[in-house]
Each structure stands twice: as C-alpha cells, then as structure tokens.
C-alpha cells in the first residue's frame, strides 16, 4: 500500500487478555518503529527494528511487551496479560535507511483495557 | 539524554491571526528536529523537517519553523492560521544513528472564527 497500515484500528480488551497489533510497513522500509501515545501525550519510543533484527527495546514498558518482525515486513506488537495502564494509542512507523531520511506513521491502534 | 519541551499545552487563536507554537530540545551531538502534527483520529503527518542547510524550513501550507542553536529552540510559526490548523501539534528530535524520535507533550492548536 502506500501508506503505513495498521490494524485492528480500535482493540477493547478485558483486563488479563492477550492482544496482538499489526503494523505493516511502507514496502521498502528497512526500519520499524513502534510507539506508545497516552492520552493527552506525545508519543513514547517502545521498540526499533532493523530489517528484522530488533536493534533497541529500550522502551517496552515491562516484560509483557513484546515485539516481531520475523520477515523483515510486517510486525507484530503483542501485549500479554493486558492492565489498565496499557490504554492507549500504539503508532508504528516505517522509514528508509540513513540520516536524511525521515519516518511515516500509520494511524495507530487505539486499545482500551476494561 | 535528550529531551524536548513544548512550553504551551493549549493555544487559542482566531482564524487570520498569526502563530507561534514553541519548542525547546536539549541535546549535546547534530541535531535533527521534526514539528509533526495529528489531526483527530489520525496518525502523525511530517509537517517539517530540519536535517542540515538552512536554518529555516518551510511546509507547503505557510508553517514554517526556524532551528536556532544557540537558544536551543526550534519554534513554529505560521502568520495567517486557517480554521482547518486545527490539531495537535508535536516537536521531535531524533535521538541516535536512526528515526527514533523524542517528542514533545504536544500543543494542542485551536482556531476560532
């Protein structure tokens, strides 16, 4: 497509499930980046992935966060044992290599845990 | 570590009046610096961008923004708004050899008629 695509575009999800996001990336774009908005906030860097070697996890909020790109394409960012806390707005982004270059957003997931 | 500060949560214009949004950032290596902005239920859209060059950047609809070192600031201005500005609006750097960003709070833009 030409854009970034990510679904579902809204999750509700009871309290201790299990969610999974799916982002795929403009074709061609050899970074991935996944992002956390709260409410009322910027957004917050979770994961980074190169091709599909994830070279930064710095900012996955706890060890329920985990993050793929097995073929270097499409991601998944999967949330185990969801808390009130996880609602928020997740935006993945895709961009070329190299420093001139800059990222493009999808329209992200909008996930609430009830 | 590198941190950005937009300085205003809220700005209130009316249509045909001029604008500053304004951002701080604080970084001690090259500086990349983006102004995103989000409309209501949308995604992030680049509005612009400074990589190198010239210290003022334009977009395509009349935003501009100027990357100042000394002051440390990369504020957006635009000198007519229009209804449709808007949205909520974010300032970026980049942090590191690649696209991860540090953003601001956000500012969020309301135009009056």
Do not use: M
């Not at chain 1, 996001?21 to 992002?35: A, E, K, M, N, T």
């Amino acid at each position: 497509g030409a854009g970034v695509s990510q679904s579902p575009r809204y999750k509700v999800a009871k309290r201790g499930q299990d969610v999974a996001l799916r982002c795929d990336p403009i074709s061609g774009h050899v970074s991935l980046f996944w992002y956390q908005q709260a409410l009322g906030q910027g957004p917050e860097f979770l994961t980074y992935f190169q091709n599909e070697a994830q070279l930064d996890k710095s900012g996955l909020p706890s060890d329920r966060f985990f993050a793929e790109r097995p073929e270097g394409s499409v991601s998944t960012l999967k949330i185990q044992r969801t808390q009130q806390e996880d609602s928020a707005v997740y935006l993945c982004a895709s961009s070329l290599e190299g420093q001139l270059t800059e990222a493009f957003f999808g329209q992200g997931t909008r996930l609430t845990v009830v | 570590a590198q941190s950005v500060t937009q300085l205003d949560s809220q700005v209130p214009v009316f249509e045909e009046a001029p604008v500053e949004l304004r951002c701080n950032y604080s970084s001690s290596v090259s500086v990349y610096l983006f102004w995103y902005v989000q409309y209501p239920n949308q995604g992030l859209q680049l509005l612009l961008k400074y990589l190198s060059g010239s210290t003022l950047v334009e977009s395509i609809n009349g935003f501009e923004a100027e990357f100042n070192k000394s002051q440390t600031s990369f504020h957006l201005r635009k000198p007519s708004v229009h209804i449709s500005d808007t949205a909520e609006y974010f300032c970026a750097v980049r942090s590191g050899g690649y696209n991860k960003l540090i953003f601001g709070a956000g500012t969020r833009l309301a135009v009056h008629p």
